[in-house]
């Protein structure tokens, strides 16, 4: 018996209704990009292993998928580095390629190896497929598709403020209103990290505090204290736990704690300026909050950091993220080069906009018009009619046999087909085509000489 077959965990298929959704929230998405003057680049699905790893922090390591070796890849095991059962060091040895875990990293390898062909700042999006080893579940897979911009070559705030104009403008076209732009700055947490003592724990510091809306304060002073921050630290950071009131009210409470910090107070000054700008341009749907536990556990954000939470009727995490990284390209040998990025999450959004019934209803018409087959004369008629709208745009097709009419009109229903048109014997010789209204469930007869009304009539 042939085996039932299945796909991995975390990935999918998907259906003609899901990929006509998924590429309208593409579309915009690029759209938008283009708008803000980002050019689209792509780089390969897999990267050598050297220039991945160690770039986002141990965590992140354990979530790259890594590519076998082609061929006799255990022939450069010897059997003592076997019998070690040390899995970092095996790995090394028959694997030197990894599957990309998202799209910021080979962004700056792409930028080192082609700067003398780039112009700053370099403003570029790409839309690709990443894989993680994560744990599937609600909104997170192991196969997912990022969309990210970023811009290379300015240290300029002005490019921060025009993501969080750029995620509004997203968000504005998806309809999708509610959204919270949470904003924090790399310094500020080192600036927290210097204040109370831990500033040799920053790393630790900022992966557990990132937690804190998954496992709560204790969970998170619990694995501080696994991490070897004190419990005086701790203390001293417990009341950012809770911080509150407005943005600039928060601003005020972080320059007061982080007054002996200069890198501190210099992040500070940093949020003030893209909190205070975007007030004066304002936004049109999303809003923008300060949140001091943001830190999103990567390795190289040296500024501001940016993570979009959906609407909060939605269960969902975050839909967005990215932030300011001074220092990325240097790990490939292009120093003072710094850069910021966000990233969209299409499969989150993809699931809060089916939630919330937001996209347009018209979406799934794959087909406009379906020409019923009566034989072999009617149906080249029909084709040559089918021709003549197809040249004007419509979508439309002829059913390829000349099946029953109960089965034709079954078909039409079930993709959702507005007119169906019906040319028979009688259409034949009266040189005619009837156009059935699938929604009205009323009929028009038109001339062949007629096939512009009908269009225009669409």
């Avoid at 899901?18 to 593409?26: A, S």
């Avoid at 792409?110 to 790409?126: A, C, L, S």
């Avoid at 969970?219 to 736990?241: H, N, R, W, Y």
Wanted: proline share 3%.
């Amino acid at each position: 018996m042939a085996q039932k077959p299945s796909i991995p965990k975390g990935t999918r298929d998907f259906t003609p209704a899901e990929v006509v959704k998924r590429n309208y929230i593409f579309d915009i998405i690029k759209k938008n990009f283009q708008t803000y003057g980002f050019q689209p680049i792509e780089t390969p699905s897999f990267e050598n292993s050297e220039t991945l790893m160690g770039k986002y922090g141990d965590e992140g390591d354990r979530l790259i998928f890594k590519i076998l070796n082609s061929g006799d890849y255990l022939n450069k095991v010897d059997d003592s580095l076997y019998n070690k059962k040390d899995a970092n060091t095996l790995t090394s040895k028959i694997s030197e390629k990894a599957l990309r875990y998202d799209l910021t990293v080979p962004f700056a390898r792409y930028v080192v190896m082609h700067q003398n062909e780039i112009d700053f700042p370099f403003k570029r999006y790409q839309v690709q497929p990443v894989w993680r080893a994560d744990r599937p579940q609600k909104g997170r897979f192991r196969e997912f598709f990022q969309c990210d911009a970023d811009v290379v070559g300015s240290d300029s705030l002005l490019q921060e403020v025009e993501f969080v104009q750029l995620y509004d403008a997203v968000f504005a076209d998806l309809k999708l209103e509610g959204v919270n732009i949470k904003l924090n700055n790399r310094k500020i947490l080192a600036g927290i990290a210097e204040v109370i003592g831990a500033k040799d724990n920053l790393i630790d510091f900022t992966v557990a505090l990132d937690k804190l809306d998954k496992i709560g304060d204790e969970g998170v002073k619990k694995e501080m204290l696994e991490k070897g921050i004190s419990q005086t630290a701790i203390d001293k950071a417990e009341p950012l736990f809770s911080l509150t009131g407005t943005n600039l009210e928060q601003l005020s409470a972080l320059e007061n704690l982080l007054a002996n910090s200069e890198e501190g107070s210099k992040g500070v000054n940093e949020l003030r300026f893209i909190i205070k700008t975007i007030a004066e341009l304002e936004l049109q749907t999303a809003r923008l909050s300060i949140d001091v536990t943001l830190a999103r556990g990567l390795n190289y954000y040296t500024g501001a950091i940016f993570e979009v939470a959906a609407p909060e009727k939605v269960q969902m995490g975050s839909i967005g993220g990215g932030g300011r990284y001074d220092d990325l390209t240097g790990i490939f040998g292009l120093k003072d080069v710094s850069g910021v990025g966000i990233s969209f999450g299409l499969d989150r959004i993809y699931l809060v906009l089916e939630e919330l019934g937001l996209f347009p209803e018209a979406i799934e018409q794959s087909l406009q018009v379906l020409c019923v087959n009566f034989g072999e004369k009617e149906a080249l008629a029909a084709l040559k009619l089918t021709t003549q709208l197809r040249k004007n745009g419509i979508k439309a097709d002829v059913y390829p046999s000349s099946a029953k009419m109960q089965k034709q009109m079954k078909y039409a229903n079930n993709r959702n087909v507005p007119y169906v048109i019906l040319i028979g014997e009688q259409e034949l010789a009266e040189n005619s085509f009837v156009v059935k209204d699938m929604i009205k469930g009323s009929q028009q007869t038109y001339s062949s000489h007629q096939v512009s009304d009908f269009i225009n009539s669409l």
